[in-house]
């Protein structure tokens, strides 16, 4: 599929705001060992002053995990056209450890639970905007201790036996939801628990990644890459589709893997980018 990194291709929506905006939350959870019994939970946010005036914006950032009495916030001053990342942790606020959390499991292996982030921004007491994620708590690793080092996957400390299939998204864009609610739900009803995102495609939908977290099915991520394609010319347009695609995505406890590329090799600094946007799972350059 030719122009990978074309531009928009999906429906988009324009939406107003106060002074102040919230971009990308984002929530990393780190449990404790051997019993998975808790969860401390990482939250970051991007604030964002789009406003010509020379006044810097005082406002207050809230965050909320609906349904489980945990709130926490903090106050943030941002410069006109400033972005910045504000992020909440466990040391600061205690109630973001999360006792017997309720884990996210592959398909047969236990339920999908999820939560809800939402967070706000607010000027005097004005909410000037709003975001809501959901995620799934859970630990996904994997290693090459084998004798063929062949690679095994573990979820919350146990070893999944991976039955696999490949997914080529819509080449001619003519994808639905309805579509992709069938296919994804033939793949789990014929036994599967891994879809392998091939590097070859476009970047798939939201509502791709919402059914793969409700259904159980690990997803192994790749970006656009494949052994007949020559590296983009423009390094910069690629690593922020990079960029945008996993902060879209990164929340979603079924994404599993990164991938550089399909039998291929990897655009430099992918790597750096995706441990520093991310962190939480695995990546190798090509998925041979």
Not at 16 to 23: D, E, F, N
């Amino acid at each position: 599929i030719r122009d990978r990194n074309t531009g928009i291709w999906k429906n988009i929506s324009l939406y107003s705001t106060g002074k102040v905006a919230l971009r990308h939350p984002f929530v990393k959870s780190e449990l404790r060992k051997p019993g998975y019994d808790q969860a401390r939970e990482f939250v970051s946010v991007e604030v964002v002053n789009p406003t010509t005036g020379f006044n810097p914006i005082n406002c207050t950032v809230k965050g909320e995990i609906l349904g489980e009495n945990i709130t926490f916030e903090k106050k943030v001053k941002v410069m006109r056209g400033e972005e910045k990342v504000l992020s909440f942790s466990p040391e600061e606020f205690p109630q973001l450890v999360i006792n017997a959390p309720r884990l996210w499991w592959p398909v047969n292996k236990g339920p999908q639970n999820l939560y809800e982030l939402k967070m706000t921004v607010s000027i005097d007491g004005v909410v000037c905007d709003s975001v809501k994620t959901k995620f799934g708590i859970r630990e996904i690793t994997s290693d090459t201790n084998t004798p063929d080092k062949s690679r095994v996957f573990y979820v919350n400390g146990k070893r999944i036996f991976i039955r696999g299939t490949n997914w080529i998204p819509e080449a001619m864009l003519r994808g639905s939801d309805e579509r992709t609610y069938a296919e994804l739900r033939y793949t789990k009803q014929s036994g599967i628990n891994l879809v392998r995102f091939w590097g070859g495609g476009i970047a798939e939908s939201d509502y791709f990644f919402q059914l793969c977290d409700e259904f159980g099915l690990l997803v192994w991520q790749e970006f656009w890459m494949t052994g007949d394609t020559r590296h983009p010319q423009d390094k910069g347009v690629y690593l922020s589709n990079v960029e945008s695609t996993v902060k879209r995505i990164r929340n979603h406890p079924a994404l599993a893997y990164y991938v550089a590329s399909n039998e291929s090799s990897e655009v430099t600094g992918t790597r750096e980018l995706l441990m520093e946007l991310d962190g939480t799972r695995g990546y190798q350059m090509q998925s041979e």
